[in-house]
Structures are given as structure tokens and as C-alpha cells.
């Protein structure tokens, strides 16, 4: 085999084994950050083992724990691809270098057996004086040159060549080893998912036992989630009334000096709740600094998504969820997720809520057990606002995100 040849068979090796470990890496880390999220719901599903009565936030944890096992047994099956791809590659790179090592030691014996019979001074002289001519007695001359320093490349060749083959034979070895750790991990993974299984099945017969006192709970739930939402809506409509007023007072201003100037008055368009909001350059900009970073706003809270954005069903009984709910550690401290004021910062049914202002876009924070801001309060992201309470023995965040009245899904809103 020629030596460019060797050097594309080598970079492919490389790169082939750097691209697989920097899939093999991420694999991990999600795998890792999936397992952490599991153990943050079983820790607080053992602190809730001792409230005998059955929840909503119970139910909701133990599906998002089953959500979370099964992505991560997913994550593992393609681990396990991945290895059996790279074990198909080691066994064929294994296979084409024994291959390369036998022939570079046949050619290599041959040179040998012919520096063998050429190899005394009085032969490699006669080799010489035979040649016809002056020219080709030098070539005779170039090519025993040649010859010696070729034979000690095939050497040095060959001794690369059982490097190379001795390191694929170590990766390919440990991939197997690992391809049987990874199986093991599945196992039990499968183990524990058809407990927690089990557990699901259990909770959901008790639940339709006890329809009725669960339709008691979302009743509750929603009245109290009417209030709030009264509250926030009525402080956005209070934003949007003063904004108004600027407006109209500054249309009215500029009127009346058009008049005094003997022009006409600029003609008004027609304006909306968020044109109000963004009437100042300030607000403009917040909200525009906001909407740029859809898609990469810092949770509020390290956790878990256990209730999404939307309408839910509970046996027969259906609610909304204007946000989404957040399962975290107990005293986890909750963050602003963007720059802003503090627009309301109160205490009802046992809990507080936040709601904070960022041009056009609200951000509402609820079930916190302390808060640390005060209404007029100016926050920057990640600011500290308050810690995050329990809610029925689980720590839960209910997290919003409107623009003016409307609400958003969170989701699309922060970083994946």
C-alpha cells in the first residue's frame, strides 16, 4: 500500500473515531441531565410519600417521571447503535490492517530473501561492473540505495501498521465492554420504568375511585387561578390605561402646536393595547430586546416541566393552564428571566405571585413561599426574586408568559 494511501486510512480513522466520541459525549450529558431530573422527582415523590392524600402535582410528577425514563432508555438505544456502528467500523479497520500487515510482511520477507543472495560486497560489485554502460551502472548503484532505505521504511511500516492494530484492537474492546454496560443500564432502566409503571396504574384507579373529590381539587384550583388571573389582567389593563393616557395627552399636544404653527395636524393611527405599551422608546426597546431572546431565556427555576401550556383533562373534568408548572428542590431560588419592573408582588391563598413587566411581555411567577422584590422594583435577568413554595408537599413553580393580555407557551420562550 502506498504511503498516501496509509495517511487517507489513518485521517479516516481519526476522524471517524473524534466524530463518534463527540456524539458518544453528548449522548452522555443528555443521558446524565435526563437521570438528574429522575432523581430530583423521586426525591421529592419520598418527601410526599408521607401526605397521605392523593394530588394533582402527585400525578402529574410520576407521568413526567415516566416521560423522562423512557427518553432516557431512548437516549440509550441510540447509544448502543452508535456502538454497534463504530464496532462494525473497528472490526473492518482490524480486519483491512491484518490484512495490510500480511502484505507488508511478504513484501518485506521477499527483500529480505533478495538482500540475502546480494548480500556479500564481491555480489553488489559484480551487479555493478555488469552494467553495459557508465549510466546504467549508475542507476545500479542508485537503486541498491534505494533498495536499503525502502526495506527500512517497510520496517518502520510495519511496526506502525501493529501500533495501529494493536490500539483498534484496545478501542474495539472497550466499545464491546461498553455495549454491555449500556445493555445492563437499559435493563434495569426497563426494570425500574415497568415499577414506576406499575405505580401509574395504581394511581390512576385510586384516582377514578375518587373522581369526585379530584373534581373538588381542579374546582378549587381553577377559582383560585380565576383570581389570579383577574389580577393580572386587571394590572395590564391599568399599564395600558396609562399608557393610553401618555398617548392621547402627547396626539393632543402635538395638535395643538400644528395648530399654533397654522399645519396640519399629523393624522392618528389606530392603535392597539401593544402599540400603547411600546408608545415610550424604553418600552419599544425592552420589548424588542425580549423578542429577540425567544428561544434562549434562562429558566426561572432548575427543574422539571410537569404540567405544559394548554387544556388538560382530568378524567372528566378539564382545566387551563395559562403556563407552564416546573417541579424543582425545595428552597430552590427563583430568577427573573429578563429585565424588567415589578409590577405586583402579592400574598394570596397562602402563597405569593410576581408579575414583572418587560416592555409589551409580562412574565407572571406564582407559588412562591417568600418573595425578595417589591412593586416598582427594578430586576435584571436572573435576578433572585423569591424562593419557590410547596405545593401539595411538592416544590412547584407555575410560570407564565403573556404578551399584553395573551398568553404565551413558555416553551417556545426559553432555553431547550
Known sequence: MSLKSLIILCLFILSSSFSFAQSSTALKRKKQALQREINLLQRNANRAAKNKKLTLSQINALNAKIGLM???????NTEIRNLDHQINENTHTVTNLKGQLGQLKDEYAAMMRFAQRNRSAYE????IFASQDFNQAYKRIRYLQQFGQYRKKQADYIQGRQKDLKYKIVILDKNLKEKSNLLQEQENDRAKLDKNKSEQALVLNKYSRQEKQYKQ???????KQARLDRDIR????????????????????AAARARTANKKAPAGKAKTSGSYLN???GSAKLSSDFQKNRGSLPWPVNGTITERFGKHMEGQASYVNDGINIETAPGAAVRA?????????????????????????????QNLKSVSVAVGSQVT????????????????????IRRGKVAQNPEGWISK
Do not use: C, W
Open 70 to 76: 423512557q427518553e432516557k432508555i431512548a437516549v440509550i
Open 124 to 127: 553488489r560489485m559484480m551487479f
Open 217 to 223: 381539587d381542579i374546582a378549587v384550583r381553577r377559582k
Open 234 to 253: 386587571a394590572a395590564i389593563l391599568r399599564d395600558i390605561a396609562i399608557a393610553k393616557k401618555k398617548a392621547d395627552a402627547a396626539e393632543r399636544t
Open 279 to 281: 408608545a415610550s422608546a
Open 337 to 365: 428571566v429578563f429585565a424588567g419592573t415589578v409590577r405586583i408582588a402579592s400574598f394570596q391563598y397562602g402563597v405569593y405571585f410576581i408579575l414583572i413587566k418587560h416592555g409589551e411581555y409580562y412574565t407572571v411567577y
Open 381 to 400: 435577568t436572573r435576578q433572585t426574586i423569591g424562593i419557590v413554595a410547596n405545593d401539595g408537599g411538592r416544590p412547584q413553580l407555575q410560570f407564565q
